[in-house]
Every structure is written in C-alpha cells, then in structure tokens.
C-alpha cells in the first residue's frame, strides 16, 4: 500500500496542485435580450432614474421639494417638513420597506435585486453604454482579444468617458438631495459665490468628498464589479433563502420537460431523436448578468432578472415549442404539475396573509400619524439658576425657557398658558409672531400667590395654541417649585 502510485505522486512536492482560495473572476460578456421581461426591467429602469435624477429640481412653495437639509436639521419632502424629533417616521419607513421586502421575496423571489436594486439598475444602464460602443457580446469579446490599436483605444476611452460622466451626475444628483441643487449647480459652474464676495466657485470641501465618492462607487461598482457585488458584498444573497419556501414563485428551468438536452435542426423530431425541448444552445447563460446556467437549479448567485426566460422564451418559438421551458413556477408546482391558477391561489398562504396584514396595519397608522401631525413642537426647560424667587410680597415666581418649534411653512401666532395650581398666572402674556419653518426659544415667567399654595414641587402644565388655528396646540408638563 505504501508503494501505490497515488502516495508517490503527492509525496513530490514540485506535482502538488495548489488549490486558490478565492475563484478567479471570469469576465461575463452578458448578450442583450429583449422580451416581456426585458421591457418590465427597462421600465422600472426609467422610472427609478427619472425619480432619482429629477427630484431634486422640483420645486415646492418656493423651495427645493425634497430637500434632506442637515445643516438646518430640517428634512423637507414635499408640503411636509421633518425636524429631529420626527425620527419615528424614518423608522416607521424602514420597517415598511423591510416587510415589504419580505413579502415580495415570500411571494416571487428576488423582485428587488432583478428590477429595482440600484445595482441592477445601473448595471443595466452601464451595459447598454458598453453594447452601445463595443457592440454585443461577441463584438466585445473580439475586441478584448484584438491587440491595443488606435480604433480599441478610442472605443474603450469614449465608454469609460460617458460612465465617468454618468457616474459624476449621479454623485451630483445624490449631494443634491442635501444641498439645494440650484445652488449646487452654480457653484459648480463657478458663477456664484456668498453673498457680496463676488463669483467664483464656492464648493465645499464635503460636498466635493461626497460627489467623488459617490461617482467613483458608481463607477467602480456598475461598471468593473458588476455581479461581483451581488455574490460577494450583498448580505441579501445570503439569508434570502431563509425567506423562500416550496410555494415561492422563483424562476425555474423544467428538468422534466427540457432533458435530455441537445443540439437539433429546426425541423428535426425531437422525440425520434430521444431529446427534450432544450436545444441546449446556452442562451439563457450568455444572457445571465451573473454568467450562472440556470438549468443547475436555483443559485444564490441568481437575481431573479428573468432575462433567461426571455432569452429560452425566443429560441422556443423559433423552433415551435411551447414557452415556458425556464419560467416562474413554484417547486411544488414543478413537483404536484399545477396548473397557473392553482399556482397564484397558493400563493396567498399565511405567511403572506400575515406579512400582508402587519405591513397593510403600519402603512395606515403612520399614514394617521401624519395626518393628524400637529405641526407644532413644544420643550420646557427650567432656569436652573433661579429655581424660584419672591416677587412683589406675596407672589412666587419661576423662570422657564419655553423652546417653541412651528413646523409648519407659514406663520402663526402663538399664545402660553399654564395651569395646574390654583392662582397659576402668566407674567407678562404676549402674542408671539414665528415664522414658517423655524424655531423660536422664549423666556417665559409663572406666578403663583404664594399664600395660597404649600412648599414643594407642583406639577403643571404649558399650553401653546395658535391664535389664528384652533387646532393647532401643543401641550407640555413641568413642574412649579415653591419654597
């Protein structure tokens, strides 16, 4: 046994097979597709941009309409503005969009990932730029083999150029959203400065940070790393699983159907020839963003794009099959030979029945909560360094700081009241003028009688109303100290 051929050969250091950690990267040439999916995809693709890059040039009541101003600490979308203190709708945002990403793999997979991630969108976008120059998969894969030449040099520069300039307008776009884009775009075209200082560029050191790094991530990530991102970086890949179960529509080749494959004439008799309906021609792996063969079975690398059902769906009708060799099907539709309707009807299972109720339940409360918002902010805080002091004889008086925040875009017209202990006054009542947006801070002075109420603390309470709005009122507790 110790002399067998096997145990001589891996005793020889110099034949030992060194095995990489890491699988080198293969570089995918993906082949443009078109079909019902393909369209789906471009249009999400549209959509999504046309809200990205246009949102920060709307206009509303004079101002930037999404305006995320942290400066100012005021996050404007719309007619709505968000201070600080409204941090529960952020959260209630991200609850929403995680559930509702659970419910959309639950019910179809990687929905997200295949139409509307930002990676997949500018990927899609970065690669009709490159089809747009180099041509298609086999014009690039030609032209990655030619030597450099003046006609390669001047193809690759003329498509890293327009993903360079796309990539700048995107970190553009994105630092616009923080700060006011018209503005931003002055400075970056050098014809404004502050006020009174004369033109030149006034860009500052973060905004200039911000549209670089954000360039250069869309950049690096759409246009070299590609489905790197996905496999590698992406943590959905991952646990995306844990959220499939055998009635999760997923995009599936049909083994029984399509096997044994092979290569055929359009008018051959396949079943003379012992063969199924998959040609075996490898489109579905040349059309795959993320170079994987779908008829492997479902991989965490796939995004769930569907453009190999697009791709298999073309070469089924040009040999005259039936479409649906590679379709969104359920494993137990694969497995119990469902029919579609009875596909859609599993699909409302209670996993989605409870997903769909918890999701639906937090939507119309937040919606509730922001329309029965009160646009208006209230905080006490006691002149700590005069707790309570003796005024005209009998007359006991504390100091507060009364910090008075109209959210609203208009003025009112605010007046303090306080009650709580018997004989509890105002001194020196007034109207007070805050403008839209801002926040006013306000010295405010309470009396009691003092022979009318025992040492000790007393609890009240501040009452702020609009003079010109009855509804709007913001109520606040402290305490009345008397010594």
């Keep these: 046994m110790n002399d067998s051929p096997k145990k001589t050969e891996l005793s020889k250091p110099d034949e030992l097979i060194e095995q990489p950690l890491y699988e080198i990267r293969r570089e995918i040439y993906s082949r443009a597709v078109s079909g019902w999916f393909a369209r789906w995809r471009w249009a999400l693709v549209i959509f999504t941009q046309v809200v990205y890059y246009g949102g920060p040039w709307l206009v509303w009541n004079g101002r930037q309409a999404v305006l995320f101003d942290l400066v100012a600490r005021k996050f404007y979308i719309f007619g709505i503005v968000f201070w600080p203190q409204d941090f529960i709708y952020l959260t209630g945002l991200l609850v929403v969009s995680a559930l509702s990403l659970f419910l959309f793999t639950a019910v179809a997979g990687r929905l997200w990932c295949g139409y509307a991630c930002p ?17 298609d998969r086999l014009a690039r894969m030609r032209l990655d083999q030619e030597p ?3 006609r390669k040099f001047g193809l690759k520069a003329a498509k890293h150029g327009l993903w360079v300039a796309l990539a700048l307008w995107t970190g553009f776009t994105f630092v616009g959203y923080f700060t006011p884009i018209h503005q931003l775009a002055a400075e970056f ?13 006034a860009l500052g050191p973060w905004e200039i940070f911000w549209v670089l790094f954000y360039g250069f991530a869309t950049y690096g990530n759409a246009g070299w790393m590609r489905e790197q991102v996905c496999k590698y970086m992406c943590p959905y ?12 529509l997923v995009i599936t080749y049909d083994r029984e159907r399509g096997e044994p494959r092979g290569p055929r004439a359009r008018n051959a008799d396949m079943k003379s020839l012992g063969l199924g309906d998959c040609t075996d021609c490898g489109i579905c792996v040349q059309v795959c963003p993320t170079g994987i063969d779908i008829r492997e079975g479902l991989q965490y690398e796939c995004i769930g794009c569907a453009a190999c059902i697009d ?13 649906g060799l590679i379709r969104y099907t359920t494993e137990n539709a694969l497995a119990q030979k469902l029919a579609p309707r009875q596909v859609l009807a599993r699909a409302l299972r209670p996993r989605v029945l409870v997903y769909t109720a918890i999701l639906w339940t937090i939507i119309i409360a937040i919606g509730i909560a922001l329309y029965t918002r009160v646009p208006l902010k209230v905080d006490v805080i006691r002149d700590r360094a005069n707790l309570s002091r003796e005024v005209e004889g009998r007359w006991v008086e504390n100091s507060y700081q009364l910090q008075i925040m109209n959210t609203e875009e208009v003025p009112h017209r605010f007046i303090v009241r306080a009650s709580g202990v018997a004989t509890l006054q105002v001194a020196d009542e007034q109207v007070l003028e805050i403008p839209g947006a801002t926040t ?14 025992s040492a000790g603390s007393h609890k009240i309470e501040f009452e702020v109303a609009a003079a010109d709005n009855a509804a709007i009122v913001a109520r606040e507790r402290s305490i009345f100290l008397v010594r």
């Design 237 to 248: 890949a991952r646990f995306q699983s844990a959220m499939f179960d055998p009635d999760t």
């Design 189 to 201: 075209a050098g014809v404004a400065a502050a006020p009174g200082q004369g033109g030149g560029p």
């Design 119 to 135: 990676q997949t969108v500018y990927t899609e976008i970065f690669m009709w730029i490159e089809r747009s120059i180099e041509g």
């Design 148 to 150: 450099l030449s003046a």
């Design 440 to 453: 006013h801070m306000v010295a405010v002075r309470l009396r009691v009688d003092a022979g009318k109420l």
């Design 311 to 323: 791709g298999c769906n073309k070469v089924m009708a040009r040999f005259g099959y039936p479409k």
